[in-house]
C-alpha cells in the first residue's frame, strides 16, 4: 500500500511539473510569454504575435500595448520571482538580461526559455526577425517587415543626399540608466545609436569613457558635442531642457548646453534595430538638420 501511495505521489509530481518541462515549445500555438528584452517584445508584436506576451520588462514600452502588460523589473535588475509568477509557457530573452543569477534561478525553476539573437545591427535586427518569423509561424510576414526596413533605410539615406547640409554637427547620447540610477552617455561605443546619427548626418562626439558609468563632468565638457540627444526618461524627469542643462553635469559647458539644442528621443528608437529604425533615422535627421532644405 505504501509503495502504491508513493507512485501516486510521484505521478502527481510530475504532473504538476509539466507546464515547466523545458521542453522546445511550438512557436505556432497560442502560449503564455514572458518576454525580457525589449526589442523581442516590438518584433512579437509586429509579428502579430503580441497576445500572447503576458508581461514584459520595464523597457518594452513599444509598442503602447506593451504598456499595459505586466512587469517583471528592469531588463538589467529582474525578479525572477515577478517572471516565476506569471506562470509563463515561455521566457524569451536575447542575453542582455541581468543580474547575472537571475537565468540560473528560472531555469532551476523549471521555466521553458528560449534566446533569440540581438539587434545592435541592421543585418542582426533582420536575422533576428527572421528566426522569429520562423519560430512564430509567420515567416511570410518576417520577410516584409524586413523588406520595409531596408526600405525605409534606403529612403533616409536618399533624404540625406537630397538635403543642403552645410555642415556635420557632432552629436553625443546621454541616457539615464534606470537599473543604475545614473546618467551616462550612450554614444561612442560604435552601438546602434551611433550608427544612426551617421546615417542621420551627424558626427558621433568622442567620450573617454568605457561601460555605463556616471558621467564625468569634465569629460562632457571636453567632448562638447554640437547637439546632445537626452533619452525620454532621462529627460522627462529633469522636467524640463532649462533643468537638464544645469542640472546633468558637464552639460551647460557645452556647445549644446550654451545653444539649447538638446532633443528629447525615446530610448527604444536609439538602442537597437527594429522595423521602425528608418523611420526614426529621418526624425533624427530632422532634428539635427533641423533648418537643412531639400535641394
Same mark, same amino acid.
Given at each position: 500500500?505504501?509503495?502504491?501511495?508513493?507512485?501516486?505521489?510521484?505521478?502527481?509530481?510530475?504532473?504538476?511539473?509539466?507546464?515547466?518541462?523545458?521542453?522546445?515549445?511550438?512557436?505556432?500555438?497560442?502560449?503564455?510569454?514572458?518576454?525580457?528584452?525589449?526589442?523581442?517584445?516590438?518584433?512579437?508584436?509586429?509579428?502579430?504575435?503580441?497576445?500572447?506576451?503576458?508581461?514584459?520588462?520595464?523597457?518594452?514600452?513599444?509598442?503602447?500595448?506593451?504598456?499595459?502588460?505586466?512587469?517583471?523589473?528592469?531588463?538589467?535588475?529582474?525578479?525572477?520571482?515577478?517572471?516565476?509568477?506569471?506562470?509563463?509557457?515561455?521566457?524569451?530573452?536575447?542575453?542582455?538580461?541581468?543580474?547575472?543569477?537571475?537565468?540560473?534561478?528560472?531555469?532551476?525553476?523549471?521555466?521553458?526559455?528560449?534566446?533569440?539573437?540581438?539587434?545592435?545591427?541592421?543585418?542582426?535586427?533582420?536575422?533576428?526577425?527572421?528566426?522569429?518569423?520562423?519560430?512564430?509561424?509567420?515567416?511570410?510576414?518576417?520577410?516584409?517587415?524586413?523588406?520595409?526596413?531596408?526600405?525605409?533605410?534606403?529612403?533616409?539615406?536618399? *533624404?540625406? !543626399?537630397? #538635403?543642403? /547640409?552645410?555642415?556635420?554637427?557632432?552629436?553625443?547620447?546621454?541616457? +539615464? =540608466?534606470?537599473? @543604475?540610477?545614473?546618467?551616462?552617455?550612450?554614444?561612442?561605443?560604435?552601438?546602434?545609436?551611433?550608427?544612426?546619427?551617421?546615417?542621420?548626418?551627424?558626427?558621433?562626439?568622442?567620450?573617454?569613457?568605457?561601460?555605463?558609468?556616471?558621467?564625468?563632468?569634465?569629460?562632457?565638457?571636453?567632448?562638447?558635442?554640437?547637439?546632445?540627444?537626452?533619452?525620454?526618461?532621462?529627460?522627462?524627469?529633469?522636467?524640463?531642457?532649462?533643468?537638464?542643462?544645469?542640472?546633468?553635469?558637464?552639460?551647460?559647458?557645452?556647445? *549644446?548646453? !550654451?545653444? #539649447?539644442? /538638446?532633443?528629447?528621443?525615446?530610448?527604444?528608437?536609439?538602442?537597437? +534595430? =527594429?522595423?521602425? @529604425?528608418?523611420?526614426?533615422?529621418?526624425?533624427?535627421?530632422?532634428?539635427?538638420?533641423?533648418?537643412?532644405?531639400?535641394?
Amino acid at each position: 500500500m505504501k509503495k502504491l501511495l508513493y507512485f501516486i505521489a510521484l505521478g502527481l509530481v510530475f504532473t504538476s511539473c509539466g507546464r515547466f518541462g523545458n521542453k522546445e515549445k511550438d512557436g505556432t500555438k497560442d502560449q503564455r510569454i514572458v518576454s525580457l528584452s525589449k526589442h523581442l517584445t516590438e518584433m512579437v508584436f509586429a509579428l502579430g504575435k503580441g497576445h500572447n506576451l503576458v508581461a514584459v520588462d520595464l523597457s518594452s514600452t513599444y509598442p503602447d500595448s506593451a504598456k499595459l502588460l505586466k512587469t517583471v523589473g528592469y531588463h538589467r535588475a529582474l525578479s525572477p520571482e515577478s517572471i516565476i509568477a506569471m506562470e509563463p509557457d515561455l521566457v524569451i530573452h536575447s542575453n542582455d538580461i541581468g543580474p547575472e543569477t537571475v537565468l540560473p534561478q528560472i531555469t532551476d525553476a523549471g521555466l521553458n526559455i528560449k534566446a533569440f539573437g540581438g539587434a545592435n545591427t541592421i543585418d542582426s535586427a533582420k536575422l533576428l526577425m527572421t528566426a522569429l518569423g520562423t519560430f512564430f509561424g509567420e515567416a511570410a510576414k518576417a520577410d516584409s517587415l524586413n523588406k520595409k526596413l531596408d526600405a525605409d533605410i534606403a529612403k533616409a539615406i536618399d *533624404a540625406l !543626399k537630397q #538635403k543642403n /547640409i552645410k555642415d556635420t554637427p557632432t552629436v553625443m547620447i546621454i541616457h +539615464f =540608466g534606470r537599473a @543604475s540610477n545614473i546618467y551616462f552617455v550612450m554614444s561612442g561605443r560604435k552601438g546602434p545609436g551611433d550608427k544612426m546619427i551617421e546615417l542621420a548626418g551627424g558626427k558621433v562626439t568622442h567620450y573617454d569613457a568605457k561601460g555605463a558609468r556616471q558621467i564625468s563632468a569634465e569629460a562632457v565638457a571636453e567632448a562638447n558635442p554640437d547637439i546632445i540627444i537626452a533619452t525620454d526618461f532621462g529627460y522627462d524627469q529633469m522636467g524640463s531642457m532649462d533643468k537638464f542643462i544645469t542640472d546633468v553635469p558637464g552639460v551647460s559647458l557645452t556647445n *549644446a548646453g !550654451k545653444n #539649447k539644442r /538638446i532633443v528629447r528621443f525615446e530610448e527604444h528608437d536609439l538602442v537597437y +534595430f =527594429g522595423p521602425r @529604425s528608418g523611420e526614426n533615422i529621418i526624425k533624427l535627421m530632422d532634428l539635427i538638420h533641423p533648418d537643412a532644405s531639400k535641394k
